[in-house]
T-cell receptor, first 112, second 112 residues
Framework: GAGVSQTPSNKVTEKGKYVELRCDPI?????LYWYRQSLGQGPEFLIY????????DSGLPNDRFFAVRPEGSVSTLKIQRTERGDSAVYLC??????????FGPGTRLTVL | KQEVTQIPAALSVPEGENLVLNCSFT??????LQWFRQDPGKGLTSLLL?????REQTSGRLNASLDKSSGRSTLYIAASQPGDSATYLC???????????FGKGTLLTVNP
């Protein structure tokens, strides 16, 4: 079956702009996660959804970051007033409850 | 706060060698530990998941062990091949939440 997909694969934007990153999880997976990976680092947790609700958003760095999952499937990570420090690869993963997390290919965000 | 450390940061070996990658974590109250592989510019591929009650897991040429009390895991790769060249990441899931905490990874190069 299809894995986790993320769009776009690459996004270049200017400082101060608004961006949206999309994640399509594996069909039937109730849990969805967003992570951010900076160059030379391991992924860092941002937010976790169980169904439609954000069960843990403790990793969101500040209030410029927001994520939604309105129908319990597709999720969108939204970043307002982007800064150069937001440049990273944003990874999405999904799982069946507490099982193995399956990751998408990521969105590489570059803020100029 | 959970911290995950991977040693070495980089490793270069000739084809055919057996090798061991190390992972340590500071909080032993984990639910499970996962080893991932990441190819350049790609997402993460899950290799092995070890539940906290298990001591090891095997898949093909890969064997992962877990010593929860000492906060350590190893990934053993037998008869390495050039196709094994990638970054290997270790991640732990805490006992009370679903998020993964990652190490920075070990960059493995297997030379033909």
């Amino acid at each position: 079956g299809a894995g986790v997909s993320q769009t776009p694969s690459n996004k270049v934007t200017e400082k101060g702009k608004y961006v949206e990153l999309r994640c399509d999880p594996i069909s039937g997976h109730t849990a969805l996660y967003w992570y951010r990976q900076s160059l030379g680092q391991g992924p860092e947790f941002l937010i976790y959804f169980q169904g439609t609700g954000a069960a843990d958003d403790s990793g969101l760095p500040n209030d410029r970051f927001f994520a939604v999952r309105p129908e319990g499937s597709v999720s969108t990570l939204k970043i307002q007033r982007t800064e150069r420090g937001d440049s990273a690869v944003y990874l999405c993963a999904s799982s069946l409850q507490a099982d193995t997390q399956y990751f998408g290919p990521g969105t590489r965000l570059t803020v100029l | 706060k959970q911290e995950v450390t991977q040693i070495p940061a980089a490793l270069s070996v000739p084809e055919g060698e057996n090798l061991v990658l190390n992972c340590s974590f500071t909080d032993s109250a984990i639910y499970n530990l996962q080893w991932f592989r990441q190819d350049p510019g790609k997402g993460l591929t899950s290799l092995l998941l070890i539940q906290s009650s298990q001591r090891e897991q095997t898949s093909g040429r890969l064997n992962a062990s877990l010593d929860k009390s000492s906060g350590r895991s190893t990934l053993y790769i037998a008869a390495s091949q050039p196709g094994d060249s990638a970054t290997y990441l270790c991640a732990v899931r805490g006992g009370s939440n679903y998020k993964l905490t990652f190490g920075k990874g070990t960059l493995l190069t297997v030379n033909p």
